[in-house]
């Protein structure tokens, strides 16, 4: 049964539930970009230390703090999507992501306040972790939950597509900041400019959220249905599902800047390059594979041939890029595995909450996520680059990747094939 009770008739008000479905997703992956683009300037800034690597770690650590907050939004907002309706939890979402923008973009430095100026910043995280513990999961059951079962796939897609989408909008603006300004003006103000206007969306998106309608949720039968065994065993399930996706997807679209910076010794302008074509990448392919998932009927085999294939390519292409770090290469190469990856990841944005009954969707998809992100996904990067630290092998990413990605396709085979079937 549908949640939202617009007229299928009207395609304009759909696109427009849509979009105010994605744009707290975009917001804040707009902001983990600008973020990554800029870890060494906020590392030099906020996180000074002798070391230059112990800055970034220390950078990347505040990066990842934002995730301890996560299950918590997860749970609390969750909940609250499904007692109190999809609209008031999303409005309140991307209000708390934006004043977490808005604390990064004009926190002062450590050279003007000291300890303050660290402490701001991973407040900031904080606020924006929570916040989006809650976000994801009532956004991508309204995205579900909108229009036809016959188009579920193509619509949930939207929510990977939407990293793309943001990542593509951050890595453009950091990009054109970098060659317009110099490194003393971008040390000084510039890097403070995608932050200030990431919190630009906030209005947009509290008026596009104010157009979604739906049913009054059903509170008798959620609390029973929080009772079911075979509910606890699907969360578990699904944590481990989002493991191999949230890894590839901070690893590869966002630390690849840093690493190739760092490891490959190639130019920032250059390394920025990278990401954009990964967020091409993302935006284009994962509607297309979502759309084929409908059309199949099917979720699960294009979710397990892509990471499968993300598998088996995941060392090779390390090893490429590290024997000719150039931009054709790089390029190619992610290219290549995000191609993969979106195969293994779009689909499975429609098959994770599908396994959830509707008046409990929001709150065990949210949580669900909200963990898997928390300890997995924020924590990547931190992981990757310690890996590198004391191994001095560049090469950890790739094996990190690897074992992630085999653990997540063992829980997604075990998820019930949701392709085609009616939502309960």
Known sequence: MSVITAQPAKAVSQTKI???????NLLEFY??????????????????????VVSTLLALSAFAIGFVARPVGGFVLGHYADKRGRRAALTLTIFLMAIGSAMIGLAPSYASIGLAAPALIIFARLLQGFAQGGEFGAATATLLETGSAKGRGFRASWQLASQGAAALMGSGIAALLTYQLSGEQLLDWGWRVPFLIGTLIMPVGVYLRRHIVEEPPKQAKAAKSNREPGLVRKWFLTVFAIMGMTVATYVLMYYIPTYSIQYLKMPPKLSMLVSIFAAIVSLTLCPLWGALSDKMQRR?????????????????????????????????????????????????????????????????????????????????????????????????????????????????????????????
């Open 31 to 52: 902001d983990f970009t600008v973020y990554s683009f800029f870890a060494l300037t906020i590392a030099k800034l906020f996180f000074p230390a002798h070391d230059p």
């Open 300 to 424: 699960k085999p294009l979710i397990l041939a892509g990471r499968v294939a993300l598998i088996v390519l995941l060392y090779p292409a390390f090893w490429l890029m590290n024997q000719f770090p150039s931009l054709p290469v790089m390029v190619g190469l992610i290219v290549l595995l995000m191609l993969f990856y979106t195969m293994g990841s779009a689909p499975a944005y429609a098959l994770m909450p599908e396994n959830f009954p509707k008046h409990v969707r929001a709150g065990y998809l949210a949580s669900a996520y909200a963990v898997a992100v928390s300890v997995f996904g924020g924590s990547a990067q931190l992981v990757v680059a310690w890996l590198i630290k004391v191994t001095g092998n560049t090469m950890a990413p790739a094996w990190y990747m690897i074992v992630c990605v085999i653990i997540s396709l063992i829980a997604v085979s075990m998820l019930d094939e949701t392709g085609g079937r009616e939502l309960t």
């Open 18 to 24: 849509v979009i105010a479905a994605i744009i707290g």
